[in-house]
């Protein structure tokens, strides 16, 4: 192995990262709680769509992986958001709305009901979801959060 060998792909990287890095530098997607809603309720649980809509600057696709949330009512943590589908592509310079669902317990609810009674009293409910998801081939974690209230 001369010293041909190694100096060329060493050459060809660094000139790729001055030419591609400096020219146009790498912007991190963003990710935002686009919606946040009721679905239905059985008699075990309510169930709650969340929206994520996860937005790439970049001219490159990319791939979205590693969701992951918490659902809070009334501030306790009562589920966990699970996308429907956990790897998606991301196209570039574009956006992609990724559907989640939270599966919350009614055995969880009335201690979220007794920390708002006020909130109840008003008829709604304060909710946050936060989360994260992983964009890049997991080379960048992207956090995203949303608050609101259910109301009646």
């Known amino acids: 192995m001369g010293i041909r060998s190694v100096v060329n792909p060493v050459f060809v990287l660094l000139a790729a990262m001055t030419l591609f890095g400096c020219a146009n530098p790498i912007k991190s997607p963003t990710a935002s709680v686009e919606d946040v809603r009721l679905l239905d309720l059985d008699s075990e649980a309510a ?4 929206v994520l809509k996860v937005s790439n600057p970049n001219g490159v696709d990319v791939s979205v992986s590693n969701i992951k949330a918490a659902f ?6 009562v589920a966990t958001v699970q996308a429907l589908q956990n790897k998606h592509t991301l196209p570039a310079r574009g956006s992609l709305s990724i559907p989640m669902r939270a599966r919350v317990p009614l055995k969880t609810l009335p201690e979220a009901v007794r920390r708002s009674v006020i909130a109840l009293m008003r008829f709604d409910l304060p909710y946050r979801v936060s989360g994260s998801v992983d964009v890049v081939n997991g080379l960048v974690t992207v956090p995203f959060e949303k608050s609101g209230n259910f109301a009646r």
């Open 47 to 50: 169930n709650v769509i969340v």
């Open 72 to 77: 809070f009512l009334a501030g306790q943590e």
